[in-house]
């Protein structure tokens, strides 16, 4: 069933970027499932002066589209017409109850392998704003990806003036390379992935590159209106910083939840965050650019530095190029103050039910790490002829061969241990000047009982190189009740947190050289995926992985596997 009088057929078959039917008509009576097909294929794309084919879902880069209303049901019949293996993820989606759903490969479910075929369920809860669904099977996400929109549900209004339109901001990356190629040769070598040679703003890097010049994205606006963007980071591996020229924008939600409202001239949005940001058109006609570039803090690596833009102009401009073209003014690459004075602005729109009794202590050091390489005779591509590695509390996630989702629910052993440690296995000065941290490898997964009321230290360090760490915890929204620079002190900075309006989010930037601290209450229950949604981390082995434990009501436990679950084994 289409949404609001849309067709689901209108919506896939035509571009994922036309929304604007969905402001016509009223709000549903009740909760509805919409239905999508996704084709995963390769199809040919041109930009930057180079043709290739890249792997897409229907044909689009970035992918359709997907809206419901808060409650709603959705079902995505997924069929992969490629050579490789396939999930999808539903970022900043709770699936209670049904972590099978969720996406991540092996942790979860077994990839959808090629010529098959599998049809996820998104059980919309309390969830409403801009989300995003992505790839969640190697470097597929770097093109396999869309936004996720949730509108309020029935007889509910936005908490801010109903905006006159909406359009999705899909910040993204392009690589001249193949990109499913990218972890492999990284792998081998040893060292970083190359880095993208263009970011985009939806599918485009914008007139600056001479490929693009003619299909820049453009948002033409009526005076004096009001639009709400709303803007993913589907970048690959850096933070951004993003703003347009002469408009001051007001965030609104982050994560799909609602926030205090927030006037700003910039955002610095991390990898896997989503925003909703108010602009008003509120200029004199003329040629105003939207801009985005990386924020990034470690010292001495390697990032993107390109500038990807797009054009707003007012449906007034006189179609002349003596127009002045305005560029924002965006903070330097490196400049951790502009990038921490936005995120410590975040509040929660309302008082919220935030865990006050924690039972659950967890302090998790967050690394990366330099290994020796195995072939001695020939050095790797790392830092002193090493080979990189990342890792929580010292321990670097290896990614198993079967689901343990699966494992856990069928009682099979030999596939993960319960030891993951809740504190590193030795303290020092976290971020102290580069010291040295061995790391081990494993499988290794942290029991939480049902209903636990969980904090977690997320502490970044200088062991080889800082960064800010975008933290994504899967099948959770949580509260970020507190954070700062250097070492968490735990007797002295608790009392600073915000236990009153703290943010709740999905994807929480850990500050370069710095902590935040979260809660949540551990009533999902599943195998439940945290990680750095900086790839690389990703792949180096900056993840762990949460066992909720069943509660004892029915209304607690995970519900069965689907029928058509994909399996490992053909």
Known sequence: MGLRGCSIGFITKLSWLLPFCFLLFGPFAA????????????????????????????????????????????????????????????????????????????????????????????????????????????WARATAHGPLIVHPGPSTSYPFPQPYAQIPIVIGEWW?????????????????????????????????????????????MEQGKTYLLRIVNAVMDEDLFFGIAKHEMTLVGKDGIYTKQIKTDYIMITPGQSMDILITANQSPGIYIMATRSYSSAFGAGFDNSTAIA????????????????????????RTEAATDFTKRLRSLTTVDVPLNVDTRLFFVLSVNLMNCSNNDKPCAGPFGKRFAASINNVSFVTPSASL???????????????????PPRKFNYTGENLPLATSFGTRVMVLEYNASVEVILQGTNVLASDNHPVHLHGYSFHVV????????????????????????????????????????ANNPGMWLMHCHIERHQVWGMSMVFLVKNGFALDQQILHPPHDLPSCYN
């Open 405 to 423: 989702l699966e494992a856990y629910y069928n009682n099979v052993s030999g596939v993960f241990t319960t030891d993951f440690p809740e504190n």
């Open 482 to 521: 507190g954070w700062g620079l250097g070492n968490f002190n735990p007797k002295t900075d608790p009392k600073h947190y915000n236990l009153v309006d703290p943010p709740e989010e999905t994807t929480v930037g850990v500050p370069n050289n710095g902590w935040v601290a979260i809660r949540f209450k």
């Open 31 to 138: 909760a509805e499932t919409h239905h999508y097909n996704f084709e995963v294929k390769l199809s040919p794309f041109t930009k930057l002066c180079s043709s290739k084919n890249i792997l897409t879902v229907n044909g689009q880069f970035p992918g359709p589209t997907l809206e419901a209303h808060r409650g709603d049901k959705i079902t995505v019949y997924v069929i992969n017409n490629t050579k490789y293996n396939i999930t999808f993820h539903w970022h900043g989606v709770r699936q209670i109850r049904n972590p099978w759903y969720d996406g991540p490969e092996y942790i979860t479910q077994c990839p959808i392998q090629a010529g098959k075929s599998f049809s996820y369920e998104i059980q919309l809860t309390k969830e409403e704003g801009t989300m995003w669904w992505h790839a969640h099977s190697g």
């Open 176 to 220: 001249k390379e193949d990109v499913m190629e990218i972890p492999k040769n990284a792998k081998r070598r040893g060292g970083e992935p190359i880095l993208s040679d263009a970011y985009t703003i939806n599918g485009q890097p914008g007139y600056l590159y001479p490929c693009s010049k003619q299909e820049t994205f453009e948002l033409t």
């Open 311 to 334: 054009i707003l102009k007012y449906s007034t401009t006189p179609p002349t190029p003596k127009l002045n073209h305005f560029f924002p003014h965006l903070p330097p690459y490196d």
